[in-house]
């Protein structure tokens, strides 16, 4: 929608000007072939996503750390070079650029190529992000060559057209992400699925059902699903609408929610890191509650076993309850 | 469904819904879910689902950024709405233009009354959408309900999420109908027990102020719980609901306004922007007299009855002809003024003197600043009540002596008696400044019904008048008729009096021309009541309601009334015409706008029909 696009850009920022600094790099734990592995996070600073340019997602804030100016292929490398010096006993590196790595425009095709080929048979997996619109098959195909395993994962977020139009203003459809992920199935590449687990202007339970409807749609294409809880970034939409108290944050308690259900619909594996769980920008609970629930999804993520869940309570329960059954009744949002 | 009003008392309505039950308004829509059940003695239900109950169902199908399925039947149907929050102003027309799409029916409203004027008129029900936030900043609440209400006529405006025992007053003043149990939920949920005076933590409670059916059956505030929590404010609640549909229906509601506004300073300041900068939209659904009017704040002061007395002085009333002095008293508590100990001693001390006749008695008063003699029938004046200590604070004083500068500037009194005491404090001054020292006495030295102050008084009177020609009590008695008249019907009025004879002892008057009674003052009314006579003497310059083409019979029904000019309140006497003949003449029941825009109920009450 046109005039949701125009606000998004009214309330993005200029941007942080270090071509040669990347973004962050750090260690976590991710599972491959039913074992627990590390895994090396990079993260490159780019000129940016291309959407976000252009328009923009309404709660992804990356773009306030993209490059004004000029990133040369040089600073590219150097910043890889840097932050592979982390790479130790990894068995999976994802590469991510908060933008999409298979766009030429943001990684060029050498730049692209040479950090595939260093990376090459060390590591068992690695991962990339793109947009459905820079899955190619010829890029694809070059890529897959140089690795043991690769696996795209795109920022669907939602399976629901209207949603993406009307409320995270995606840019692309449902449609183009099956287009894209038959494709990559055709090749023989893995597919992990972003969801975003509410968008801005739904209520916490139209957040947790379109979860799961997305979810159900999406398992035959997407051999893992991570769910993603929205956290406040700056200079976005959704902090826009946030600090004035027409936003909140999901609780983790339809984090739980969204995750107990898909796992009784769904093969795929589903994982879910909540970006500043437990905080005030992040998906949180009422403060007492929230470090144990968060070491319940960490140890779903891991595990795929529902039963960490069992016996999980807290008085805040049936505030998060109560705001299921009511929320839509108010025509507004309503204050935690 | 089809909406009826039935009772107003300004913007305020009391009104049936008819759903497949009929139901009042103003009302409670109680949600009922798996979670929360409504009130037992609920009259209309707000669901998510279908569910097995006889009441009448209203349906929220929540937004279209989920899809549902809908089975069952419902009295009122929310469609998937789009709605956007407040603060997102350039989205707000998007999502109009899409729920326009998919219904006409119900109106979803997206608060920003800047896109108001293309909205759907003529809706059944209009839905405040972001009420809730909106209601946080006093002025931008107030000014988008009244913008809402000025552009959807008679229909049915609901604000969800807002209506606790402690602010549904103003709101229904404010002009809103429907309200939900919302914030009765969650604060039950949150510990809070409601009242009219706001709400009280039950930890922080030491005794339970309340014996409701639930409150009755506890000893000590540490047994409430979320249901027995709930059900106190359900009832609390409702029976606030109740007050205020009875406080429409005898017109008293605005007292009651001022009252309950004290919980909050917010609603204070509702209040008060209300009236400072709505006072135009109000004036026109605020009828011409009421029983009683009770001037308790700050906030009475500003109340529209009272600020359209002063500005219709100021556009329509002219002093006697024949008057040479003003004499300044003192108001009393017993209405009208003249039946009280004081003005009868007063009235004494003036009849002692000759000339009375050329004397303009004025009484200094708040809240309505002055009232001339003949005008102390005339609504507000004998109506009002206020609390009087003496001592008159700054805005009150500033209010008298605007009026009394005005009326000494626009009439000539060649002297000025001022039969008061503390008020010569703020008014020697001015009086002194516009007709000079020497044409202005004071009579009045301890208090003014002193037998040393009745007797300088008398004695002033006596001195003064005798300079004059004499002015008989009669033609004086017809000179107040014509100014009552002019301050009723504006300039028209004059022709009732012109040629007629006053006959009857005051305040029983009666207007006869060629001995044919045009018309007759009552003290009840404080107005005068034409005769058809009087009907056609008066002409269709004012006061007239324009009826089809159908033989009157009894009452005029609004859905009868083809135009009416536009200051007629209800109250007004309003004459009744076809084309150029006069069919009748009686009382309003509701104010031009409503008798033009409603399809229903009593426009006029008719006295007198043509054969």
């Not at chain 1, 107990?260 to 909540?274: C, F, M, V, Y």
């Not at chain 2, 009907?535 to 009334?561: H, N, Q, T």
Request: proline share 3%.
């Amino acid at each position: 929608m046109r005039e949701l696009q125009s606000m998004i850009n009214s309330i993005q920022r200029k941007r942080v000007c270090k071509p040669r600094e990347y973004l962050g790099a750090w260690t976590e734990s991710d599972v491959l072939n039913g074992k627990v592995v590390r895994a090396l996070v990079i993260i490159l600073r780019t000129k940016g996503c291309r959407w976000a340019l252009k328009s923009g997602c309404s709660m992804c804030g990356y773009i306030n750390d993209a490059v004004q100016d000029e990133v040369k292929d040089e600073d590219l490398l150097y910043q890889y070079e840097c932050a592979r010096k982390k790479l130790n006993r990894h068995d999976i590196v994802k590469i991510y650029t908060s933008g999409s790595f298979l766009d030429i425009e943001e990684i060029p095709e050498r730049v692209q190529l040479e950090i595939l080929k260093d990376l090459g048979k060390d590591v068992q997996k690695v991962i990339v992000e793109s947009r459905p619109e820079f899955i190619v098959k010829e890029r694809v195909e070059q890529l897959k060559y140089l690795v043991n395993e690769l696996e795209i994962a795109i920022g669907l977020e939602s399976a629901d057209n209207f949603i993406l139009r009307n409320s995270i203003n995606k840019g692309f459809t449902f449609e183009d992400y099956i287009e894209k992920a038959e494709l990559l199935r055709d090749l023989g590449v893995a597919v992990k699925t972003y969801i975003l687990i509410k968008p801005p202007f739904l209520t916490e339970k139209e957040a947790i059902e379109t979860a799961v409807n997305s979810t159900s749609k999406i398992s035959k294409y997407s051999q893992t699903i991570s769910f993603n809880p929205v956290n406040i970034q700056s200079n976005t939409l959704v902090e826009f609408l946030w600090k004035r108290n027409e936003y909140a944050t999901p609780w983790l308690w339809s984090v739980v929610e969204v995750l107990q259900r898909s796992k009784s619909i769904s093969d795929s594996r589903l994982i879910s890191d909540p970006t500043a769980g437990g905080g005030k920008r992040g998906a949180h609970n009422c403060g007492r509650c929230d470090r144990q629930v968060l070491k319940s999804i960490r140890e779903f993520s891991l595990t795929q076993d529902i039963s960490v869940f069992k016996g999980l309570y807290c008085e805040c329960k049936e505030r998060w309850l109560d705001l299921l059954d009511l929320e839509s009744f108010a025509f507004t949002q309503l204050p935690r | 469904m089809s909406f009826e009003v039935t009772d107003r008392d300004g913007l305020a309505r009391t009104g049936v819904w008819s759903l497949s039950k009929s139901v009042k308004t103003p009302n409670i829509l109680f949600i009922n879910t798996e979670r929360v059940k409504a009130f037992s003695d609920a009259e209309i239900l707000l669901v998510d689902k279908a569910i097995d109950d006889d009441r009448p169902k209203i349906l929220n199908s929540g937004s279209p950024f989920l899809k549902r399925e809908i089975l069952g039947e419902f009295d009122v149907f929310f469609p998937p709405f789009l709605l956007y929050p407040h603060s997102c102003k350039e989205l707000h027309k998007f999502a109009q233009n899409y729920n326009r799409e998919i219904t006409k029916n119900v109106v979803l409203v997206q608060g920003d009354y800047k896109g108001f004027g293309s909205i759907v008129k003529d809706s059944e029900l209009y839905i405040l959408g972001n009420a809730y936030s909106l209601f946080l900043n006093p002025r931008e609440f107030v000014n988008t309900v009244i913008a809402l209400r000025k552009n959807v006529g008679q229909g049915l405006i609901y604000a969800p999420a807002l209506g606790m025992p402690n602010n549904i007053a103003i709101l229904v003043y404010l002009g809103i109908d429907l309200f939900d149990s919302l914030p009765l939920i969650i604060n039950a949920r949150l510990g809070n027990f409601l009242s009219i005076d706001g709400k009280w933590s039950v930890k922080e409670m030491s005794e339970i102020p309340c014996s409701c059916s639930v409150c009755s059956e506890l000893d000590s505030a540490s047994e409430f719980n979320f249901e027995n929590l709930l059900m106190h404010n359900y009832i609390v609640t409702f029976n606030e609901l109740r007050n205020i549909r009875n406080a429409i229906k005898d017109e008293r509601l605005r007292e009651i306004v001022e009252s309950r506004i004290r919980s909050e300073p917010l609603l204070v300041s509702m209040l008060r922007i209300l009236d400072f900068e709505h006072y135009k939209f109000q004036e026109m659904f605020a009828p011409i007299v009421k029983r009683r009017l009770k001037v308790v704040s700050k906030e009475s002061l500003y109340r529209v009855d009272i600020i359209r007395f002063q500005r219709r002085l100021k556009e329509r009333y002219k002093k006697p002809a024949s008057v040479r002095l003003l004499l300044l008293l003192p108001c009393s508590a017993k209405k009208p003024y003249s039946f009280s100990r004081s003005h009868a001693l007063f009235r004494r001390a003036l009849m002692d003197c000759e000339n009375h006749g050329v004397v303009h008695e004025v009484i200094v008063t708040s809240p309505l600043g002055i009232v001339p003699r003949e005008l102390e029938l005339f609504y507000p004046a004998q109506q009002y009540d206020i609390a009087v200590t003496g001592v008159w604070d700054s805005e009150e004083i500033k209010m008298i002596q605007d009026l009394l500068s005005w009326l000494l500037k626009h009439s000539r009194y060649e002297f000025v008696i001022s039969h008061l005491s503390a008020e010569n404090d703020f008014l020697s001054e001015l009086i002194a400044g516009c007709v000079g020292e020497e044409h202005f006495y004071v009579t009045c030295t301890d208090r003014p019904t002193s037998g040393t102050s009745l007797k300088q008084l008398a004695e002033r009177l006596s001195e003064i008048t005798q300079c004059y020609d004499k002015v008989s009590g009669s033609e004086r008695l017809r000179e107040d008729m014509e100014s009552l008249a002019l301050f009723q019907f504006g300039n028209p009025g004059k022709r009732l009096i012109e040629g007629s004879e006053i006959k009857g002892r005051y305040p029983n008057l009666r207007i006869f021309r060629d001995e044919r009674q045009l018309g007759m003052l009552t003290k009840e009314r404080g107005m005068l009541s034409l005769t058809l006579e009087g009907g056609k003497v008066i002409g269709k310059d004012c006061y007239w309601v324009e009826i089809d083409d159908f033989k009157l019979r009894g009452s005029v029904f609004a859905v009868g009334v083809k135009d009416a000019y536009s200051e007629i309140r209800a109250g007004d006497e309003v004459i009744i015409w076809q084309g150029n003949e006069v069919r009748g003449v009686g009382v309003a029941m509701m104010s031009a706008k409503e008798m033009v825009e409603c399809r229903r109920g009593e426009a006029v009450k008719v006295r007198h029909r043509s054969e």
